[in-house]
């Protein structure tokens, strides 16, 4: 029995890893990939209208596809829910199959014209990791849960890519150091709700903050582009 062909815009993608390594995230690597799926340069924009920036977004979803799928086979159950977003976290980086292709994805995203694709595609990344770990709030927690995990995530995949040590234990290390600052901060807010002086004080904060509901649109809706919450609901 023989393998479903793949369909051509995951062709052209397959195609372009083994280029971006040496020509980055480019035009070249279009045209190239383009050339080695036998595609003409016009299918291959029309696949991908924006070349590099679309072809990297598209190798980026692939990632987060599949960690979600292999977190469907994770027994997290035992552990507590700081560990199972580090778990989480952990994951997504381990299933890219070569370093390089993060780094040009990260040159190609630190230009300020492809900045908010960059940081769109961070929050995707952290919602899948949220929703896939069961986040039902539908209020300001479901930014703040989103946008902490997006610093977290982001300074972690940094010092990845530099991180040489054996099986990236730095990395891991400094990923658990990261998210028990953000545990610190979380006991502090919920000590805030108890200490009579900062409850008055955040009173007028609190409130305006309860009003706030998580979208059903795209809650970066001031950037170019569209996103779709996914909704475990």
């Not at 209020?139 to 995949?157: C, E, F, I, P, Q």
């Not at 007028?204 to 998580?214: C, D, E, T, Y």
């Amino acid at each position: 029995m023989t393998d479903a062909p793949q369909d051509p815009k995951t062709q052209l993608l397959q195609a372009a890893l083994t280029h971006v390594p040496f020509d980055g995230w480019s035009d070249l690597t279009l045209r190239e990939a383009a050339a080695d799926s036998g595609l003409s340069i016009d299918q291959a924009r029309a696949m991908y209208p924006r070349g590099a920036v679309d072809l990297a977004l598209a190798y980026h979803r692939s990632g987060d596809a599949a960690m979600v799928e292999a977190l469907k086979s994770e027994d997290l159950s035992e552990l507590r829910f700081r560990d199972r977003i580090a778990r989480a976290v952990r994951l997504r980086l381990e299933l890219v199959e070569d370093k390089e292709l993060v780094r040009r994805g990260t040159t190609l995203f630190s230009l300020p014209t492809n900045a908010p694709d960059g940081a769109r595609a961070i929050w995707e990344t952290c919602d899948h990791i949220w929703t896939a770990l069961g986040d039902t709030s539908n209020d300001v927690n479901w930014y703040t849960k989103r946008a902490t995990l997006s610093g977290v995530y982001g300074s972690t995949v940094l010092y990845w890519l530099g991180d040489e040590s054996p099986d990236h234990h730095r990395t891991w290390e400094f990923l658990d150091r990261r998210i028990d600052n953000v545990m610190q901060f979380e006991k502090f807010k919920a000590k805030s709700r108890e200490n009579p002086l900062l409850k008055t004080l955040f009173a007028g904060p609190n409130a305006v903050l309860s009003k706030i509901r998580a979208p059903g649109a795209d809650p970066l809706s001031n950037l170019p582009g569209t996103f779709r919450k996914t909704n475990s609901e």
